[in-house]
């Protein structure tokens, strides 16, 4: 069964130095974040919102990483809950 790909977030970079240039730089992780709102429902609601109501820059990234963390928690609550279903359940690392 092929399920549509779906993103909720950011393309992953594909190597770890990719990443730590990208984290080294606030004006390339706004510029991914941007690009990322073609895909993302989660990063182009929370930026059309933030357009709506005027908010400044801060206050945008600070509603975008609020709701990126509540959907964090509902993932991993569903994730545990689906596990816990399981009659092989995979072990959870500490």
Do not use: H
């Not at 545990?80 to 359940?89: F, H, Q």
């Amino acid at each position: 069964m092929d399920f549509p790909e779906m993103k909720m977030g950011l393309k992953r970079p594909e190597t770890l130095n990719e990443q730590l240039k990208i984290q080294a730089d606030v004006s390339a992780m706004r510029k991914a974040i941007t690009f990322g709102r073609r895909d993302s429902g989660l990063i182009n609601r929370c930026l059309q919102v933030a357009e709506m109501n005027g908010l400044s820059g801060e206050e945008t990234y600070v509603l975008l990483a609020y709701n990126a963390l509540l959907q964090l928690e509902d993932f991993w609550r569903d994730r545990v809950k689906l596990a816990m279903l399981d009659i092989n359940p995979p072990t959870m690392q500490p």
